[in-house]
């Protein structure tokens, strides 16, 4: 069974640094794309980045790129997130999810709320 | 960047069809998904590559994509059915993930 589970969520100020993780199991991480995806409160899916399955390749949604990294350890199948420079307007509910080529995205996790305000 | 246009909201009388529509330049083009989610929910895939419909989803949700929309139908809607849809495309020319602003499907 695929599972998807985030953690690092935090209320942070604005202007700081958090680092989300995606714990992935019930499949062959390595061979698999993943995205970050977020949700602000009431509003609707923004894709925020995704990362090849060897990590070797990464994408950016323009709102992001320069604060946000994406990286993954596909040894121990890991999916993570760092973000610098929050914003306010940062503050969603981030889900992780697992691509499948031409297909989307099958699998999500449950999300993690990350909060940024002072 | 790639555009996606929806309409917020579509209403339908439980047993009756819904069609969600999904516009952007030449999407015909593109492989479509479409994902439910319901209040408090992530995401569910419940379409991809305009039509293809994963395994546990009920054959009630069928896609088309021609021209410049794409469209996910549900036909015979049930209460269950009530949630946000988005659609998405990859847009090849930014190297992006594109979601639309989401429908909402209410069952009256």
């Known amino acids: 069974e695929v599972q998807l589970l985030e953690s690092g969520g935090d209320l942070v100020q604005p202007g700081g640094s958090l680092r989300l993780s995606c714990a992935a199991s019930g499949f062959t991480f390595s061979r698999y794309a993943m995205s970050w995806v977020r949700q602000a409160p009431g509003k609707g899916l923004e894709w925020v980045s995704d990362?090849?399955?060897?990590?070797?390749?990464?994408n950016y949604a323009a709102s992001v790129k320069g604060r946000f990294t994406i990286s993954r350890d596909n040894s121990n199948n890991t999916l993570y997130l760092q973000m610098n420079s929050l914003r306010a307007e940062d503050t969603a509910v981030y889900y992780c999810?697992?691509?499948?080529?031409?297909?989307?995205?099958?699998?999500w996790g449950q999300g993690i709320l990350v909060t940024v305000s002072s | 960047s790639y555009v996606l246009t929806q309409p917020p909201s579509v209403s339908v009388a439980p047993g009756q069809t819904a069609r969600i529509s999904c516009g952007g330049d030449n999407i015909e083009t593109k492989g479509v998904h479409w994902y439910q989610q319901r209040p408090g929910q992530a995401p569910v895939r419940v379409l991809y590559d305009d039509s293809v419909r994963p395994s546990g989803i009920p054959e009630r949700f069928s896609g088309s994509n021609s021209g410049n929309t794409a469209t996910l139908t549900i036909s015979r809607v049930e209460a269950e059915d009530e949630a946000d849809y988005y659609c998405?495309?990859?847009?090849?020319?930014?190297?992006?993930?594109?979601f639309g602003p989401g429908t909402k499907v209410t069952a009256l």
């Open positions: 998405q495309v990859w847009d090849y020319s930014n190297d992006q993930y594109v």
């Open positions: 999810a697992k691509e499948v080529p031409k297909g989307g995205f099958d699998y």
């Open positions: 990362i090849s399955g060897s990590g070797a390749s990464t």
